[in-house]
C-alpha cells in the first residue's frame, strides 16, 4: 500500500528563516504528488504538485516553493519565512485512479 | 470555475441518528467524486469515492454517497452514526485537480 513519510511533525522556525519540509512516498512509482496547506474552517489549499521529477505546477503565489528532486522526493521549501507561513503543511501522492492518500502533516509555527 | 460546497461546517448528533452531510458542485462535464475523513489526530483518508457506474457508492464504516447527476450533489449517508465517527469530513470533486470543500465538523455524542 502506499504509504506518505513526512518530518518533522512539528516546527517552530524564527521570521526570516529558511525552511525545509521533506516528503518521501513508499509503494508506488512515478505518482503525482502535491503539497497542501490545511487551515481550520478552510479546509485544503494546493500548493504546488508534481506529475514527475523536476516537473512542479504552482497554484498559488506565495513565499514558499517547491522541488522533485527524486521520483518518490517532494521537498517544500522557503528563503525567508513569514509570519503568515505558520500553518499545517500536508503532502499528498495520487496513483492511476486519482485518489490521493496522504501523510501525517507538519505543524509550522513562525515566530 | 469549478467550486464544491458543502452545506453544514458543523454537525452534532447523538449516537443511533441518521446523517446526511450535503455536497455540491459545479461543473457540467464527467467528474470524479471522493469524500474524505480526518479522524482527530489522524491523516486524512479515503472514505469513498465514484468513478463511474452505479451511482450509490458505499465506503468504509457504513457510510455510502449517492450521486445525482442533475443536482450536481454527492451526499454522504450513514443510516446510524457512532461515536468513533467524530470527525472532519470533506468532499472533494475532480475535475483537473481535487476542489476541496471546507469541511463538515462532526461530533457524536454517546
Known amino acids: 500500500s502506499q504509504t506518505i513519510h513526512q518530518w518533522p511533525a512539528t516546527l517552530v522556525q524564527p521570521v526570516g528563516s529558511p525552511l525545509s519540509l521533506e516528503c518521501t512516498v513508499e509503494?508506488?512509482?512515478?505518482?503525482?504528488l502535491y503539497w497542501y496547506r490545511q487551515a481550520a474552517g478552510r479546509g485544503l489549499q494546493l500548493l504546488f504538485y508534481?506529475?514527475?521529477?523536476?516537473?512542479i505546477s504552482s497554484e498559488v503565489p506565495q513565499n514558499l516553493s517547491a522541488s522533485r528532486p527524486q521520483d518518490r522526493q517532494f521537498i517544500l521549501s522557503s528563503k525567508k519565512l513569514l509570519l503568515s507561513d505558520s500553518g499545517f503543511y500536508l503532502c499528498?501522492?495520487?496513483?492511476?485512479?486519482?485518489?490521493?492518500?496522504f501523510g501525517p502533516g507538519t505543524r509550522l509555527t513562525v515566530l | 470555475a469549478q467550486s464544491v460546497s458543502q452545506h453544514n461546517h458543523h454537525v452534532i448528533l447523538s449516537e443511533a441518528a441518521s446523517l446526511e452531510l450535503g455536497c455540491n458542485y459545479s461543473?457540467?462535464?464527467?467528474?470524479?467524486l471522493f469524500w474524505y475523513v480526518q479522524y482527530p489526530g489522524q491523516h486524512l483518508q479515503l472514505l469513498l469515492k465514484?468513478?463511474?457506474?452505479d451511482p450509490l457508492v458505499k465506503g468504509i464504516k457504513g457510510f455510502e454517497a449517492e450521486f445525482i447527476k442533475s443536482k450536481f450533489s454527492f451526499n454522504l449517508r450513514k443510516p446510524s452514526v457512532q461515536w468513533s465517527d467524530t470527525a472532519e469530513y470533506f468532499c472533494?470533486?475532480?475535475?483537473?485537480?481535487?476542489?476541496w470543500g471546507l469541511g463538515t465538523s462532526l461530533a457524536v455524542n454517546p
Open positions: 472533494a470533486p475532480m475535475f483537473r485537480k481535487l476542489i
Open positions: 461543473y457540467g462535464g464527467t467528474v470524479n
Open positions: 499528498a501522492g495520487s496513483g492511476g485512479r486519482n485518489e490521493q492518500f
Open positions: 509503494g508506488t512509482s512515478n505518482p503525482n
Open positions: 508534481s506529475v514527475g521529477i523536476g516537473q
Open positions: 465514484y468513478f463511474s457506474g
